[in-house]
């Protein structure tokens, strides 16, 4: 005979109402881990989206020499088309440079006047194929239409997707290896609680030994207690977070709002939340499968 | 069948608890198991419960060979032995019939039939309509008795009793005993540690008579002369 599921969950729940104070404990010292952890997933997973919709705009902008002839940049045009990587290319003329910023500098565009289209030089807007669309590749590209003798000078801002890339680098490992010392925190820790309040119930572990209860019968109900802590801390702690993100948001000065009204701040995607839960869960399952088993190896 | 074969039992410290025991217990026999404090009773009790495990030698139990190596049905065994102490190991936070209850439940038993059980038992340990009180309410032969109901209430094949009427006055290990020989009646192996002669006298049981570890009965005709 088994005893029921609905027995061991209702154990596990009368355990840690008995044992209030330490489960408060575990779950406010979880929550506090998991919140700097998913903290920085927030930040890294922030900032690698805008990186993602900063790469989407990249384009190459090739300046051609002043004296390169009419004739060559149809042929021009077509090889470069035809070149890997590159999606489409638009042909920008000194008058249409001229065109185009003044149009940019709207009702400040007197601050134009007097400056001749022969001074500009022609230019490519080379724009690339989406997977191209990163620093490594970019850089082929480029290496690619510097071989072309009408080349003037190309830009594409690589060194700040560089930056970027590598702060989003680091932001990621620190995230890692910060988290994983936290985490590795969070089982010592739920081991240790669990431990004190396994101890507390010494007596009646004894007497379910000595009744004949199973060493499953035993365990299963503190598995859950540090599931359910798990659970629990890491629920409070994204709930907490997706407040705090809401509070930046809300007090963040005017001038930074407007700043960042073409840039979407998101909340972490549903997989990483639900991956934050189960890990919760699963340090939690491991804190008291390590107490539990430190106990009763001693018990039996 | 009770079998010990040659059963040694030292500590680490390298203290003889039990030296070259040999017995065989039949079923539905009472036993008593004699001798002063330090004598080895409660060892020999333990290893037959599987809490303790023999330095060397063969100890079975119901038909399990618990010395063998690899077992690991302890739970399943203990299931078919029922164990008293002295001290009663009661859960002080619960009710009487929590207390008795505990065995069933953690074995699996539906609680209609948990209920029906528990108070079949408390009937016959003479403590029915105590059920809702608090253990700590009870008498010292109150809480022995409620022991022996979660040490019965399982139906086992085997009780194991240690010095169960130790704490107890006269009148109270009387009722006490009163039940054990009813046990024993209905058919239950009982081997009970005690080092009262007075009541070893009262009984015609066979006696294990243990000093220092060693058995001192040979005349007492339940030993096997391996």
């Known amino acids: ?300 | 069948m009770i079998q010990m074969i040659h059963v040694h039992k030292t500590y680490p410290s390298q203290i003889a608890a039990l030296t070259d025991i040999s017995l065989e217990i039949f079923p539905g026999q009472f036993a008593f198991v004699a001798g002063p404090s330090g004598s080895g009773k409660t060892t020999l009790l333990h290893i037959l419960f599987c809490s303790e495990r023999p330095t060397s030698g063969q100890v079975i139990v119901n038909g399990t060979d618990i010395t063998q190596k690899g077992f690991n049905k302890v739970h399943q065994l203990r299931r078919t032995i029922g164990m008293v102490f002295q001290d009663f190991k009661l859960l002080r936070d619960r009710t009487v019939g929590e207390n008795v209850a505990f065995a069933l439940e953690v074995t699996g038993y539906p609680p209609a039939e948990v209920q029906r059980r528990v108070l079949e038992i408390l009937k016959w340990v003479g403590l029915l309509g105590r059920e809702r009180d608090s253990v700590l309410t009870l008498s010292a032969g109150e809480k022995q008795r409620v022991a022996i109901a979660r040490a019965m209430v399982n139906n086992p094949s085997l009780i194991l009793a240690d010095e169960p009427t130790g704490n107890l006055d006269d009148q109270m290990a009387n009722d006490v005993m009163k039940l054990f020989m009813a046990l024993h009646r209905q058919g239950t192996t009982v081997i009970f540690a005690t080092q009262n002669s007075d009541l070893i006298q009262r009984y015609p049981f066979p006696v294990i008579q243990l000093v220092r570890g060693k058995r001192v009965d040979e005349e007492a005709g339940i030993g096997i002369k391996a």
Request: aromatic share 10%; hydrophobic share 50%.
């Open chain 1, 1 to 300: 005979m088994k005893p029921s599921l609905q027995y061991v969950l209702v154990r596990a729940i009368r355990n840690m109402r008995r044992n209030l104070f330490p489960n408060i404990t575990t779950v406010g010292v979880i929550t506090i881990s998991v919140l700097i952890f998913s903290a920085f997933s927030l930040i890294a997973y922030n900032l690698a989206s805008f990186l993602r919709i900063w790469e989407d705009k990249i384009e190459v902008i090739a300046y051609l020499k002043k004296k390169t002839p009419a004739g060559e940049i149809e042929t021009l045009l077509d090889k470069i088309r035809q070149m890997e990587g590159v999606e489409s290319v638009n042909y920008v003329s000194p008058s249409d440079a001229i065109a185009f910023m003044e149009a940019k500098l709207g009702d400040q565009k007197n601050l134009l006047e007097g400056i001749h289209s022969a001074v500009l030089p022609p230019s490519l807007e080379v724009q690339l194929k989406k997977e191209y669309r990163d620093s490594t590749k970019i850089g082929g590209v480029v290496s690619q239409l510097k071989q072309f003798p009408q080349m003037e000078e190309i830009q594409y801002g690589q060194e700040w997707v560089d930056l970027f890339s590598s702060l989003v680098h680091i932001l990621r490992l620190t995230q890692w290896v910060l988290g994983g010392l936290l985490l590795l925190a969070m089982v010592f820790i739920i081991s240790n609680t669990l431990q004190l309040a396994i101890s507390s119930r010494r007596e009646e572990i004894e007497i379910m030994q000595l009744v004949g209860a199973s060493p499953s019968f035993i365990q299963v109900p503190f598995y859950l207690e540090g599931m359910i802590q798990g659970l629990v801390g890491a629920g409070l702690a994204l709930s907490f977070l997706f407040l705090l993100q809401k509070i930046v948001l809300f007090y963040l000065p005017s001038s930074m709002k407007d700043w960042l009204v073409k840039i979407p701040i998101l909340f972490l995607p549903i997989n990483t939340l639900v991956g934050i839960l189960l890990g919760g869960m699963i340090l939690g399952f491991l804190g008291s499968y390590m107490a539990s088993v430190r106990f009763l190896k001693s018990s039996q």
